[in-house]
């Protein structure tokens, strides 16, 4: 067993506690945001997916790269917007008007009325 | 390690840290949407990082470059596109849909890593280290059970695949030779030779799964169904982690695996089933059973708009019950007009908010804020029940089985749900389009209590009719 592969594995359980953690006591109204922001943060797979596309030579590799670092931004962008519209819905007061969309982490501005 | 790489894998430890500590502030209402921020904060820094590195080492061309910017243009056009036109009743299906994606590119990556090792030949036989085999064929079993698996539950709620149990033909028994196959495969990748046919059993065998063990589970047990599979995913990417020799995958992918699982027994305990339970077949085990004991062929008492109108209006105190059916007739901003209305009128107005009304934990919240109701009359359910004693009008609108006394009792699909106590009110309207049953698929023993007034019309409708009748009293 390699000294890296023994870092990664202490990485992997101290990472794993931490999880179960934050996690403690969460009111039912939260469950499904938090849910979907978790969602979100698996997301980091693009990370792993540019690295394998950065060194895909054979066209089969060019191609699954191609499909991996897809569904990988899929899930960032559209996991971070579609919690970002539920929590919105949380903040804004009875009165108050339609907020301005606020650059880009907040492109979750409302969808178009039907 | 010189400097670069030093400074990108700093960017990833930030990157880290802003999930945990988004993750934590998520945790509580006040602080959520920072939450979420931050935690998207760490991801853009993370995969900011990332790029630098591949751009000062060289390593990859151009047509890598491409392909990245290809499918960083394709994957987050479709993502935002639909993550900002969805409608918020549709969002449970979007996420799981996500998540299906998650996985997938989880999967791949093992996948692809896989190939080029096997391709290599620089390799003895049997010699792909089992550091790296070990956690590949997790990455694939686990990713390709989520793909699958997510797409389906997703299909479910859309309703694109009905929402009741779906019997597999032959069950638990072609389920059983699926995990068999798939476990003698990983073994003999495991021990035996390095094998790309093998890799490939192993991937349809996990896709397969997903299908197999999602189909059967009825729609009322997708949210749980859908967290469960978050936190697999989770775990997939960790895997991922532990093939790349990546740290920020690991920690990211453990981190969503733990908390996911945490999540999911919190979501089961709200609706007192067990994740186990729920997977082995949940509501499917005697579909259609018709619960004994019950006060069977009770008479159903139509009421009409005018009358339902002076209950409300000349009570002191309504609780109004929504439910998924509120929601799919898009009906919350008339409920919002109505309890205004009686409010104007001196009456007490409360929502008895159930810890699964709507789709998902939490989603009858959401689209309730959307119409403004005042967050504190969204009262949970633990917090509520007591009040329905006191309470002059229940109003049920849409909402099915978390309100059927039924599980109260024991041997029914719902018995030992938690409900809102609505039949404890002194009077009971239910708005409702027809007798229909709920997602559990047995009747409502409230719709023949005496107590109960059926008004039968559109969610939306009828609140409108609602509205009118009030005023013009």
């Not at chain 1, 394998?52 to 699954?64: E, P, R």
């Not at chain 2, 998520?26 to 630098?52: C, H, K, Y």
């Not at chain 2, 990859?60 to 479709?78: M, N, R, S, Y």
Request: aromatic share 4%; net charge neutral; charged share 10%.
């Amino acid at each position: 067993m390699s000294v890296e592969l023994l870092g990664a594995l202490t990485v992997f359980v101290l990472a794993i506690l931490c999880g179960f953690a934050v996690i403690s006591k969460v009111p039912a109204t939260l469950h499904t945001p938090l849910m979907s922001g978790a969602n979100s943060i698996h997301g980091i797979v693009l990370v792993g997916s540019m690295v394998i596309a950065a060194s895909a030579t054979d066209l089969l590799s060019q191609i699954l790269s191609f499909v991996a670092v897809a569904f990988a931004t899929m899930n960032v962008v559209g996991g971070y917007v579609v919690t970002d519209r539920m929590l919105q819905m949380f903040r804004r007061r009875p009165t108050a008007p339609a907020r301005p969309a606020e650059g880009a982490a907040a492109a979750a501005t409302e969808a178009p009325k039907a | 390690m010189d400097l670069l790489e030093a400074l990108v894998r700093i960017a990833w430890l930030i990157g880290a840290a802003g999930f945990v500590i988004g993750l934590m502030r998520m945790s509580s209402p006040a602080t959520a949407r920072n939450g979420n921020l931050l935690s998207a904060a760490g991801m853009a820094i993370a995969i900011g990082g990332t790029a630098v590195l591949l751009a000062a080492r060289g390593g990859a061309g151009l047509t890598a470059w491409i392909i990245i910017a290809a499918g960083i243009a394709v994957g987050g056009g479709l993502g935002l596109y639909t993550a900002r036109t969805v409608k918020m009743t549709a969002m449970p299906q979007l996420v799981s849909l996500f998540n299906a994606v998650g996985g997938g590119a989880a999967a791949l990556i093992a996948i692809d890593d896989y190939i080029r090792l096997a391709n290599l030949q620089t390799f003895a036989v049997n010699s792909i280290p089992l550091e790296i085999s070990v956690p590949t064929v997790l990455d694939v079993v686990i990713g390709g059970i989520t793909f699958t698996g997510s797409l389906i539950a997703s299909g479910k709620l859309m309703g694109v695949i009905p929402g009741k149990p779906i019997r597999v033909p032959g069950g638990q028994l072609v389920t059983l030779a699926i995990a068999a196959i798939t476990a003698i495969a990983a073994v003999y990748l495991w021990t035996g030779a390095v094998s790309i046919p093998v890799l490939f059993v192993i991937i349809a065998a996990s896709l397969l799964f997903g299908v197999t063990m999602v189909l059967p589970i009825g729609g009322a047990d997708m949210p749980v169904v859908i967290s469960l599979l978050n936190s697999f995913t989770g775990t997939a990417v960790a895997m991922a982690g532990f093939v790349l020799g990546n740290d920020v995958l690991i920690i990211a992918g453990a981190l969503v695996g733990a908390s996911g699982a945490i999540l999911t027994k919190l979501m089961a305990d709200a609706m007192n089933r067990s994740v186990l339970n729920i997977m082995i077949g949940g509501f499917g085990g005697g579909e259609g059973t018709v619960s004994e004991g019950g006060p069977e062929g009770g008479s159903v008492r139509s009421i009409g708009m005018d009358d339902a109108a002076i209950q409300l209006a000349y009570a002191s105190s309504v609780i109004i019950v929504p439910g998924y059916g509120l929601a799919v007739a898009q009906a919350q901003h008339a409920v919002r007009e109505l309890a205004e209305l009686l409010e104007d009128k001196g009456v007490t107005v409360n929502y008895a908010i159930h810890p699964v009304a709507g789709r998902m934990p939490g989603h009858m919240n959401v689209l309730l804020a959307e119409a403004n109701v005042p967050y504190p009359q969204l009262r949970e359910m633990e917090d509520i029940n007591p009040e329905f004693d006191r309470a002059d009008v229940a109003l049920v609108v849409g909402a099915n089985d978390v309100t059927n006394p039924a599980a109260r009792r024991a041997g029914t699909p719902v018995s030992g749900m938690p409900i809102l106590d609505v039949d404890h009110a002194k009077s009971i309207i239910v708005i409702k389009r027809s007798m229909g049953r709920g997602y559990a698929g047995i009747d409502n023993e409230l719709y023949v209590n005496p107590k109960t007034g059926m008004l039968f019309a559109d969610a939306k409708q009828g609140l409108a009719d609602l509205v009118a009748a009030v005023k013009a009293l």
